[in-house]
Nanobody
Framework: QVQLEESGGGLVQAGGSLRLSCTAS?????????MGWFRQAPGKEREFVAA????????YYADSVKGRFTISGDNAKKTVYLQMNSLKPEDTAVYYC?????????????????WGQGTQVTVSS
């Protein structure tokens, strides 16, 4: 059974930082998956934030977080991180970790096979 477990959310003031973690269990081969972060704010659709691809597939960010967020991974720990700096109130959302069995990074949530339960990030002004 595949499980993705997120942690690290919380309440932070604008301009602050948070680091989210997502640890995968049950994936047959962690490095065969693209690991992505999505977020969903109240009343809005779920949107792509960043993704960390299998070796050679690279890293990709949404324009809204480029330069402020950094995604990284530790294949040995089957964990992907999202370092979020210079947070803004508009970054407030539930953040989800997801896994996509793919050789390329895709930004559509419909292509991702497994999802975590989500972790709340709230940025106060």
């Amino acid at each position: 059974q595949v499980q993705l477990e997120e942690s690290g959310g919380g309440l932070v003031q604008a301009g602050g930082s948070l680091r989210l973690s997502c640890t995968a269990s049950g994936l047959t081969s962690f490095t065969n998956y693209v690991m992505g972060w999505f977020r969903q704010a109240p009343g809005k659709e779920r949107e792509f934030v960043a993704a960390y691809g299998r070796i050679g597939a690279g890293i990709y960010y949404a324009d809204s977080v480029k330069g402020r967020f950094t995604i990284s991974g530790d294949n040995a720990k089957k964990t992907v991180y999202l370092q979020m700096n210079s947070l803004k109130p508009e970054d407030t959302a539930v953040y989800y970790c997801a896994a996509d069995y793919s050789v390329v990074i895709r930004t559509s949530s419909s292509t991702y096979d497994y999802w975590g339960q989500g972790t709340q990030v709230t940025v106060s002004s």
